[in-house]
C-alpha cells in the first residue's frame, strides 16, 4: 500500500499531529487528498459532496489524533473514515439527488445499453459515473477501492470489516453490472469503443 | 484477472485521474482545524465562579418546585 519512507514520515506527522501541529495536518492532507477525494467521489458521484468530505475525514484525523496508532499505516485508518462517511452522505442524499434522467431512464427501461444511446453518450466521463452510479452501495464501495485504489481482497475486507468472502462476491457482482453498463460485455467491447475514438 | 477486467481498471483509474481536486482544500481545512483549536482551548478555560443570569435561577427554582409538588402529589 505505501512504501516505508512514507510510512515514516506518516508516522512522525501523526505524532506532530497529536502534538496539536497545523502544519503537519496540511502536510499530511497533501500528501493523501488524492486517496480521499477520489474514493468519496467514486461512491458519492457528486464533487461537491467529495469535496465537503475530503475536509470532512481530515478534520476528524485533526480532532481524534490521540485515537490514531502512530504505528500503524495511516492509509487503512483513511480509507476506513472516507468509506463510512460517504457510505452515510449516499444513505442520507440517495433519494434526492438521483438524476431526473435516470428516473426517466429507470421507468422506460426497455432500451437498456441500446447503440442509440451509447452514441448519446459521448462523455467517457459521464459513462462511467453513470455505470457507478447504477451500483449497489455495498457494491461501488469495493469497486472503488478495489479498481480505482488498487487494494487487495483482504486490505478491503479489513477496512470494511467484513468477511473477504463478501468482498469476493460484492466485486463479482459489481463487476458484471460495470461490464453491463459500461457495454463491455464479451462481443460488444470493440464496437462500443469506436463509438468513443 | 482478464483483458476486460484490466480495461476496466484503466477507465475506472483514468476516470478518477481526470477529476479536479478542490482548490481551497488545503486553506479550508487549516483554518477549520484553527478555529475547532481556538473554541476547544477557550471551552477548556470556562470561569465556573461566574454567577448564573437571573433566567437560569429562575428555571432552576421553578424546575426544582415543579418537582417537589409533583412529588408531594403522588406521595
Redesign the interface.
Known sequence: MTNTAAKSNDHELILAIQGGSLDALGEIYTRHRHLVYRTALGICNDPEAAADLLQDVFLRLHRFADRVDPQRPLEPWLYRVTANLSYTWVKRHHRWTRPLEEISEWLSSGMKNSPQLISEQSDESQWIQRALAKLSLPQRVVVVLYYINDLSLHEIAEILDIPEGTVKSRLHYGRQALKQHLGMEEGSVRDIRYEFT | MNS??N???G?????????P??ES??A???A???S??KKAKDESQINFSEQPSDLLVWAMVYSNEKRMSMARLVA
Open positions: 476486460i477486467d480495461e476496466l481498471r477507465r475506472l483509474k483514468n476516470w478518477a485521474d481526470q477529476q481536486l478542490p482544500g488545503k479550508t481545512l487549516l477549520a482545524a484553527a475547532m483549536k
